[in-house]
């Protein structure tokens, strides 16, 4: 057998320099640093070169609570070159060949603390969890954790005591949450794509308010072995890249069963659809904006577009909305709490004054109550599959109706994170796949998003939709 050729025969960088501009957020994507790793324009060490210049260049700006050392990303990326050479460059072997991730540090890491935003509950994990694993055999490199609303409990961004991530379109915005520095990594092109978690919206919120994509898969999709849990019985990993194409790239390598998670599930076939699939938007009398102007001229005009290029049915969205007001209003917030009672009781001043106050109101709720709830969950799924999927394919909703600054979340701290989640929290309750993707700005310049919504198993689907109306 020939020798390699010594571009992967000998690790080394094809750029004497590279600079922190050389490469912008869209060339950090999959398909453009596979092209140049094919075609040897460049090395993963020229990747984590470049990384690493540009979280240095923005300094202490809160993304991450922790990351892997110079070194060790270097060495990381040598290694997958060394690799490469063995197999004469073929990369068939490794989907995410040198591209530079970062995990939401409620998920385990092998090597790095997990702290689920909260100092006194770290430890250090002895492997890490299964999705990570999956990425690192598919060749990605994990550059480090990110920051967090505390133990996952909010869409603000603001609940974390390492410090609020710096939205990337300025003005004093939130970066929304709970999974915040997931989304500002890859929303600043520090990486290619980011893993959060989405149990009320925490995958899909933060995409909107930083203008990428946010996918929350079906639940059960990816395993949720080794992440902490908020609500076990809902929570997903989620997953952030600047394009949708990457997204599904993402979620093909993290999709698989995992024999030892009771939750886990393997992909249902998934349902004959039309070739034009019917679009189902909201009565415009039961969308509430929170008197934002700004985004529902947005999606006004998004509403305009789809109906003039689909089939669009009208539908109500109130059951939606009152399966959505179950998750913190309901017995669902005590899940929460069964979680970390004992935490709570044994390190009460590590606990965020409004984090502890959500999850101990689950507190109030009685078995009964709870039974009742899910009764009426189940009623409102049963209308979701014969009043909503029997006529149309996918929902396409605002992501969130409105915006918040810093200080606006302060005076509001709970109140305003409910409006935040109004077009999102019932997803998971109702068994749902969603993408948010950016679709423009609103006058005043603020990123403006839609979340395409379908049935478990969709996934596919809701991609494809969510591309052609994606902001290009």
Known sequence: ????PSYWGNVTSCQEELSQEELSQEELGLGALRAEYTARRLSPRDVVELVLARVDRRGDDA?????????????????????????GGDLSAWPLYGVPCAIKDNIDVAGLPTTAGCPGYAYQPAQSAACVRRLVEAGAIVIGKTNMDQFATGLTGTRSPYGVCRNVHGGDMIPGGSSSGSAVAVAAGLVSFALGTDTAGSGRVPAALNGIVGCKPTRGLVSTNGIVPACRSLDCVSIFTAGVADAGTVLRVLAQPEPTDPWSRAAAPPRHLPARPVIALPAADELDF?????????????????????????????PLLEAGELLYRGPWVAERLAE????????PDEVLPVTRRVIESGRRFDAVETFRAQHRLQELRHWTEEQLWQRADLLVLPTVPTTFTVDEIA???????????R???FVNLLDLAAVAVPTGYTADGRPASVSVIGPAFS??????????LAHR
């Open 1 to 4: 057998m020939a020798s390699p």
């Open 63 to 87: 993304v991450w609570i922790s990351r892997h050392g110079a070194e060790l990303l270097r060495r990381r990326a040598d290694e997958l070159q060394l690799a490469a050479g063995r197999r």
């Open 290 to 318: 929170d008197r934002d102007g700004g985004v529902q001229r947005a999606f006004d005009t998004m509403r305009e577009r789809i109906c003039a290029s689909s089939e669009v049915v009208i539908t109500s969205i109130e």
């Open 340 to 347: 970390l009672e004992a935490f709570f009781a044994q390190h």
């Open 411 to 421: 005076q509001q701290p709970i109140e305003r994170n409910s409006v935040l989640g």
């Open 423 to 425: 077009y999102t929290q």
């Open 459 to 468: 996934d596919a689907l809701l991609r494809t939709v969510g591309a052609e």
